[in-house]
């Protein structure tokens, strides 16, 4: 979407400008970490290596900045777009992990620089050529300097927790700078006579006047409401002459005709929807004059009916989005035999309802099957995964007796369990290269513990080829990098070489203490429990089609905060959630979460896309606060907060 020529101006002498602003940024983060200003304890071990990597790479960090700056805000007008992708992309902890930093960072720069930034877009607007103040109109956002400042770190920092601190320091020093810059900015248009827009307000016709607190009242109503409308009704029809109840239904029709004009101008609906709201009013106040409920009841259908139109209609932001289409083809259908129908009453806005709920339960599983290859990939992530654990307990037990050194035992417990997984996956559990890895398991157990006896040395010698090539089709299979097999392979090496070599090995008496206290933190050896070679071991659990219900419970997927998995359990399929996800905050809608909810699949804001995400990265993005309903109040009780405002009256 093409900006106007004006904003874009402005956008490219404010892009010019960005190359001092990064130096002046680069010069105060050098000075704060020299400092070690606001470093937590943690943050300082890497403080050494930041200060060289900055200086050291200084060049690389001002080009990063301003490449990614300059690339995040030529994106701000096409973000919709630009965040699709085809193919399925899993959404884990390390992936989330970049965005939470990035999350924080832009909080530090949007409540440091906050009014400049309001102030700023109010004129923005007017260059956009919108009518009022829209966060939109200014592709200068926090967002997208918190971005090009997580590019920079990138560029100069090797580890991730090295780019988290330079971030967060850097962002602190980068708020303050903005916060002139934009004020800058602001001076810079309103002198060269750019006139700001103005924040969208809804102005109503003035407030009838309520009795004052412990003033004398009219007479009152019979029956006093308990509702937010009931109440105020109460004290609009004390009002009318002697109280008749011909001044009760003026005042029901003045109520919501208020009511009704807060909700059409409601900003959070989207405008395409906000004329279904309107046809609705003139049925909704004759059910209102006929049901004295209806005002004090807020799941009264009349209600439900206008909360259920606005949430679906705010789940596809995107223009041409053909859910979208289809969902106003249907809403406009139904409004307009409401508002047709000769006695509108309580009844037809539940069978309304009900066939919105149908509609919005097909639509949903439309969704669905078009998602379907995703679906059936994450269900295969899932087995795989329960797999893995299983295994890996076993492989942990099977070692438990075997001395040897961290990273084999790692490697055994860890990565073979990966590469026997992923082959009963793909081969199936009594297919041949399945049951060569499983057989490798015991050849390189063996292989650790060699007896010191000439006959063990040949067999070892015959066995040592074919078992170094297993092990590297293995992890070829589950794509582990090429340093790390090597590493892998130098290590076995190691311990094959000694054992290799004729006379008795090193007994653990000729170790120093502090060798001996080292290999105590690297092995944990339990009893061993009853060896068997570990063929055995798994043979049952090749042949089930599922796995055990009793090493489900032992999954590894307890969260430290107990709030977070049960804000997790209670999302069901359909729910719609604002996340902060690929540095952008999206809606999203609850398509799949798998059997034992390890997995979970979203439709995105466009028709076709989906984001799947495992378990725990969500649960690490709902602990940031970076995962939310879509509406914090639904349509209707959030208008009626609004107009109790008006009324100067508490919610």
């Given at each position: 979407m093409a900006i106007a020529p004006q904003l874009q101006r402005f956008v490219d002498e404010e892009l010019a400008r960005a190359a001092g602003l990064i130096e002046r940024c680069l010069a105060g983060t050098l000075t704060l970490l020299r400092d070690h200003g606001g470093l937590t304890p943690r943050e300082r071990e890497h403080h050494f290596e930041i200060v060289e990597a900055l200086q050291g790479g200084a060049t690389r960090y001002r080009q990063a900045f301003g490449d990614a700056l300059r690339e995040a805000v030529l994106r701000a007008p096409q973000e919709p777009a630009a965040a699709a992708g085809g193919g399925l992309v899993l959404m884990d902890e390390s992936r989330v992990e970049v965005d939470i930093e990035i999350s924080r960072a832009l909080q530090i720069i949007d409540s440091t620089a906050e009014w400049e930034l309001r102030e700023l877009q109010t004129f923005t607007s007017t260059l956009a050529g919108q009518q009022h103040v829209s966060a939109e109109s200014n592709p200068l956002r926090p967002l997208a300097f918190a971005t090009a400042l997580w590019e920079a770190a990138c560029a100069v920092a090797p580890t991730f927790a090295q780019r988290a601190t330079l971030l967060r320091v850097s962002a602190g020093v980068m708020a303050g700078l903005l916060k002139t810059?934009?004020?800058?900015?602001?001076?810079?248009?309103?002198?060269?006579?750019?006139?700001?827009?103005?924040?969208?307000?809804?102005?109503?016709?003035?407030?009838?006047?309520?009795?004052?607190?412990?003033?004398?009242?009219?007479?009152?109503?019979?029956?006093?409401?308990?509702?937010?409308?009931?109440?105020?009704?109460?004290?609009?029809?004390?009002?009318?002459?002697?109280?008749?109840?011909?001044?009760?239904?003026?005042?029901?029709?003045?109520?919501?005709?208020?009511?009704?004009?807060?909700?059409?101008?409601?900003t959070a609906v989207p405008v395409a929807c906000r004329p279904l709201i309107g046809r609705l009013q003139f049925a909704a106040l004759r059910v209102a004059v006929q049901d004295p409920a209806m005002l004090d009841t807020p799941e009264h259908p009349v209600w439900q009916l206008m909360n259920r139109l606005a949430a679906a209609g705010s789940t596809y932001p995107t223009e041409g989005d053909r859910r979208l289409a289809t969902l106003l083809a249907f809403a406009e259908a139904l409004t307009e035999e409401i508002a047709r129908a000769p006695a509108a009453d309580v009844t037809t806005f539940r069978r309304a309802l009900t066939r919105l709920d149908a509609f919005l339960a097909e639509q949903l599983q439309w969704q669905l099957r078009e998602a379907q290859p995703s679906v059936e990939s994450l269900q295969r992530a899932e087995r795989r995964e329960l797999l893995e654990h299983v295994l890996s307990q076993r492989l942990t037990e099977q070692m438990a007796s075997v001395r040897t050194s961290a990273p084999i035992r790692r490697f055994v417990t860890?990565?073979?369990?990966?590469?026997?997984?992923?082959?009963?996956?793909?081969?199936?559990?009594?297919?041949?290269?399945?049951?060569?890895?499983?057989?490798?398991?015991?050849?390189?157990?063996?292989?650790?513990?060699?007896?010191?006896?000439?006959?063990?040395?040949?067999?070892?010698?015959?066995?040592?080829?074919?078992?170094?090539?297993?092990?590297?089709?293995?992890?070829?299979?589950?794509?582990?990098?090429?340093?790390?097999?090597?590493?892998?392979?130098?290590?076995?090496?190691?311990?094959?070489?000694?054992?290799?070599?004729?006379?008795?090995?090193?007994?653990?008496?000729?170790?120093?203490?502090?060798?001996?206290?080292?290999?105590?933190?690297?092995?944990?050896?339990?009893?061993?429990?009853?060896?068997?070679?570990?063929?055995?071991?798994?043979?049952?659990?090749?042949?089930?089609?599922?796995?055990?219900?009793?090493?489900?419970?032992?999954?590894?997927?307890?969260?430290?905060?107990?709030?977070?998995?049960?804000?997790?359990?209670?999302?069901?399929?359909?729910?719609?959630?604002?996340?902060?996800?690929?540095?952008?905050?999206?809606?999203?809608?609850?398509?799949?979460?798998?059997?034992?909810?390890?997995?979970?699949?979203?439709?995105?804001?466009?028709?076709?896309?989906?984001?799947?995400?495992?378990?725990?990265?969500?649960?690490?993005?709902?602990?940031?606060?970076?995962?939310?309903?879509?509406?914090?109040?639904?349509?209707?009780?959030?208008?009626?907060?609004?107009?109790?405002?008006?009324?100067?009256?508490?919610?």
């Open positions: 810059a934009w004020a800058a900015a602001s001076s810079r248009l309103e002198a060269q006579g750019v006139q700001p827009g103005i924040y969208r307000t809804v102005i109503l016709a003035a407030p009838l006047a309520l009795p004052e607190r412990g003033a004398a009242a009219a007479p009152a109503t019979p029956s006093p409401r308990t509702g937010a409308l009931g109440r105020l009704l109460d004290g609009l029809t004390n009002q009318a002459p002697g109280g008749r109840p011909g001044g009760g239904e003026k005042a029901v029709v003045d109520l919501l005709s208020r009511l009704f004009a807060l909700m059409q101008a409601d860890g990565t073979w369990s990966k590469v026997l997984a992923e082959a009963m996956q793909r081969f199936g559990e009594q297919a041949e290269p399945t049951a060569t890895y499983v057989k490798t398991v015991d050849d390189l157990l063996w292989s650790l513990q060699t007896p010191d006896h000439p006959q063990s040395r040949q067999r070892l010698i015959a066995l040592l080829p074919g078992l170094l090539q297993r092990l590297r089709e293995g992890m070829a299979l589950v794509a582990v990098p090429e340093a790390d097999q090597q590493a892998v392979l130098n290590d076995l090496m190691a311990v094959h070489t000694v054992a290799l070599r004729p006379g008795a090995k090193p007994a653990d008496e000729t170790l120093t203490p502090q060798e001996i206290v080292q290999r105590m933190r690297e092995e944990v050896i339990s009893d061993p429990p009853p060896q068997r070679p570990f063929a055995d071991s798994v043979i049952d659990l090749a042949s089930m089609d599922t796995v055990p219900a009793d090493f489900l419970a032992s999954r590894p997927m307890e969260a430290t905060d107990a709030e977070g998995p049960r804000r997790l359990e209670t999302l069901a399929p359909g729910e719609r959630q604002r996340i902060f996800l690929q540095r952008r905050w999206s809606v999203v809608q609850l398509l799949w979460r798998s059997e034992q909810g390890l997995y979970f699949l979203f439709a995105g804001e466009r028709s076709g896309q989906t984001h799947s995400i495992t378990r725990r990265a969500l649960e690490r993005l709902d602990a940031a606060n970076l995962l939310q309903p879509l509406e914090a109040k639904p349509l209707v009780p959030r208008n009626i907060e609004a107009l109790l405002t008006q009324f100067s009256l508490e919610p």
